[in-house]
């Protein structure tokens, strides 16, 4: 089983980049209603609570993608 980008629920974790320094920031992730941004958030409990929010409404299955990871499901309504 695989995300479907056009349709589920998809949270992404990125490492944000200062632009002038290049040193790393930390950690965000984003939120995706198909191809549709719901939004960046600073921590993995924000963005996960957003995404079990949008998926209760729509009835769609959330995953959790990391970078070099395998997608994971974290909610299937």
Do not use: N, Q
């Given at each position: 089983?695989?995300?479907?980008d056009?349709?589920?629920?998809?949270?992404?974790?990125?490492?944000?980049?200062?632009?002038?320094?290049?040193?790393?920031?930390?950690?965000?992730?984003?939120?995706?209603?198909?191809?549709?941004?719901?939004?960046?958030?600073?921590?993995?409990?924000?963005?996960?609570?957003?995404?079990?929010?949008?998926?209760?409404?729509?009835?769609?299955?959330?995953?959790?993608?990391?970078?070099?990871?395998?997608?994971?499901?974290?909610?299937?309504?």
């Amino acid at each position: 089983m695989k995300p479907d980008d056009d349709r589920d629920i998809i949270i992404h974790v990125f490492t944000s980049i200062d632009a002038l320094t290049g040193e790393p920031l930390g950690e965000r992730w984003s939120v995706w209603c198909g191809r549709e941004s719901a939004g960046a958030f600073e921590s993995e409990a924000d963005a996960i609570a957003a995404a079990r929010a949008a998926a209760e409404d729509s009835g769609r299955p959330v995953w959790l993608v990391r970078p070099g990871g395998a997608p994971s499901l974290v909610a299937d309504f």
